[in-house]
């Protein structure tokens, strides 16, 4: 599957929409995700942003050793560069250290 995080743009064609974080987590934590986009700011209340997912792959990877909710390719599709860097910077340590973990004969 692939999936598209996004409030307020359409998922392009092949993909599954998402509007919250919670949300894309649930289908990460559920689904086999090969695809990830990640827009991060999705408006108020409870629908978190993009960052929160990024956090949330990391515990699983990182803290936890889980590969299995890894897709193989995540990008930030974010017009707020601020978040955009700090989101790529989280992807980019998140797929350092499953890298490092799959050397290791990780999971």
Not at 6 to 33: K, Q
Request: glycine share 10%; charged share 25%.
């Amino acid at each position: 599957m692939k999936l598209f995080l996004d409030d307020e743009r359409s998922a392009p064609e092949g993909w599954v929409r998402v509007t919250t974080a919670p949300n894309a987590i649930g289908v990460l934590h559920s689904e086999m995700v090969t695809h990830l986009s990640l827009d991060h700011d999705l408006g108020d209340g409870d629908a978190g942003n993009g960052y929160d997912v990024v956090l949330w792959i990391e515990e699983q990877v990182m803290g936890l050793g889980r590969l299995d909710v890894l897709p193989v390719s995540m990008k930030v599709h974010s017009a707020n560069p601020p978040a955009r860097a700090r989101m790529e910077a989280g992807i980019e340590r998140i797929e350092m250290a499953a890298s490092e973990m799959l050397m290791r004969g990780g999971k």
